[in-house]
């Protein structure tokens, strides 16, 4: 069938509902570069302010996931897992949880995205390690998936197509707050992977993309159900974005902070985020270890060194240095620049998003879609919420090649509000989601 683009975006401007039909042709013509970025745009915005019903929703993530080739990975003797967040400020949790679960047995296939707006992207960080590219083949994918028993990869020509073009035009107009296209980005990455599971870090707060608690458990929700009807079973953590996860936001500075998890020198907080994230994904698979021995396996994967062997195994196969992982050694390449405390006091908010945009401006983000990101630009926290500092001591060190840091600086120092009262203990883990978005366990 043949549709005018302009007619179907007049259709969704309006807020009438768009068959399933005139989704796919859409997507379809978008991905064979018949429709334009400009007309994309627009039908971006349209549905950003008019929203999508469920079947509109379940249409754009079947045609989004069809828009290449899917995984068949009968083949893959184990169980398939992965992980999924919505999208953060520091999160590095992927790089350390794939390797930690691969140890255990569990394969985890995970098509990943770039930086969006404020927020990091894992495939940026992982090309912050020199000689790593993202962009592999099918067969490449399948290769280093059984070899090392996890992989992490970008969107291609081969592998959703539609989510690599969408996400990035997105990203450059303003349409990424929106809950049928998180969803349908989130999901058909992970639809196209053949997988037996599904875990989701559904992020809320100053750094998230849904601030409000509300709209995050409505977006996990949606997630769990979308997932349940292709089969897939889906379990999300509600987990708290105001402040940045670890102490590390950027590309290398969140790769060195990950190599510090993985050989058990990592912040208590994205440990402790990774072990949550972890301890589902076990249970999903089945594996069923006793809360207390599940801690213990876990921490083995660690202390052991077999998830930081299977992180430099997979590094290697994804053509990476691994010797600038073993030795760290890039990190001196940047002289940093120390933010200091104004003022004397506790501090009592490190806004995530500020802090996010910081990193962007120092160049480790896009500005706009065809912005190359620093591998080196990053910013290393000194401080956490309820920390104790003195005024002129460091807060935060900058890394990054640009000329002028005026901005920046002033950035992270308008997100580190400094108080005289010590506040409440900052809680990350909110709990688990329930498929009607409701918070079911207080952790
Ligand atoms: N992660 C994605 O993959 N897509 C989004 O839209 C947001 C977070």
Known sequence: MNYFPAEIIRKKRNGLPLSGDEIG???????????????????????????????????????MKNSGSVLKLDDVDGFK?????????GDKI???????????????PMISGRGLAHSGGTLDK???????????????????LLSAGFVIAGQTEELVPADRKIYALRDATATIESLPLVVASIMSKKLAEDLDGLVLDVKT??????????????????????GKDFDVNVRALLTNMDQPVGMACGNWVEVVEAVDCLTGNGP???????????????????IGWPETDMQAKLQDAIDSGTAMEQFLHYVKMMGGDTRVLEKLSRYALVKPVVVKAERTGFV???????IGIAAMLAGAGRKNAEDIVDPDAGILLKVKIGDFVRAGEPVAELFSNQPDLS?????????VRIGDKKPEPYQLIFGEISPEGELIISK
């Open 407 to 415: 901005q920046v600086v002033a950035a992270v120092q308008e997100a």
């Open 348 to 354: 009592a908010e490190l806004d995530a998003r500020q």
């Open 94 to 108: 992927s790089l350390i949880l794939a390797p930690v679960l691969a140890s255990l047995g569990i394969y985890v």
């Open 205 to 226: 707060g100053k750094g998230a993309f849904f601030p409000d608690k509300n709209d995050a458990l409505q977006l996990a929700g949606n997630l769990i159900t979308v």
């Open 25 to 63: 042709f859409f997507v379809r013509q978008y991905v064979a570069g018949k429709i334009p970025d400009y007309q994309m745009s627009a039908f971006l915005m349209a549905v950003f302010f008019k929203g999508m019903n469920r079947q509109e929703m379940v249409a754009l993530v079947e045609s």
């Open 81 to 89: 897992l992965d992980k999924h967040s919505t999208g953060g400020v």
């Open 268 to 286: 208590q907080d994205t440990m402790t985020e990774v072990f949550a994230l972890a301890t589902d994904a076990l249970q999903i698979a089945g």
């Open 126 to 144: 992982l090309e912050a390690i020199p000689g790593l590219n993202t962009r592999i083949s099918l067969h490449k994918f399948r290769e280093i």
